[in-house]
């Protein structure tokens, strides 16, 4: 069972920007896919970003694309999500998890962590 910290949240105004870092137990290569998922308070869970880990194919959820940037770091065992451009609706606890195939459906992650929160408001 993969063990992942999740870091870097906290308060932005519009049109600001965050990046949020997960370190992930072992080697984030040993994991077929590491994806990033937010939780709003009474919203269903909802895939933002994953990366395959043999050939780093992405996918990201279409209100995500050109705002936010899932990298790695293979030496830090840490997976990055650049965010930009934050909206109000962006606000949401971010979690990494680990995945058995490359979706953004909460089925597919395997584990995850504790998740940090978001909030993007002026």
């Known amino acids: 069972q993969a063990q992942l910290v999740e870091s870097g949240g906290g308060l932005v105004q519009p049109g600001g920007s965050l990046t949020l870092s997960c370190v992930v137990s072992?080697?984030?290569?040993?994991?077929?896919?590491i994806a990033w998922f937010r939780q709003a308070p009474g919203k269903e869970r909802e895939g933002v970003a994953c990366?395959?880990?043999?050939?780093?194919?992405?996918l990201y959820l279409d209100s995500a694309k050109g705002r936010f940037t899932i990298l790695r770091h293979a030496g830090k065992n840490t997976v990055y999500r650049l965010m930009s451009n934050l909206k109000p609706e962006d606000t949401a606890v971010y979690y990494c998890?680990?995945?058995?195939?490359?979706?953004?459906?909460?089925?597919?992650?395997?584990?995850w962590g504790q998740g940090t929160q978001v909030t993007v408001s002026s």
């Open positions: 072992g080697s984030i290569s040993d994991y077929y896919a």
């Open positions: 998890a680990t995945e058995r195939v490359l979706v953004l459906e909460a089925w597919g992650y395997d584990d």
């Open positions: 990366d395959r880990s043999t050939d780093h194919s992405t």
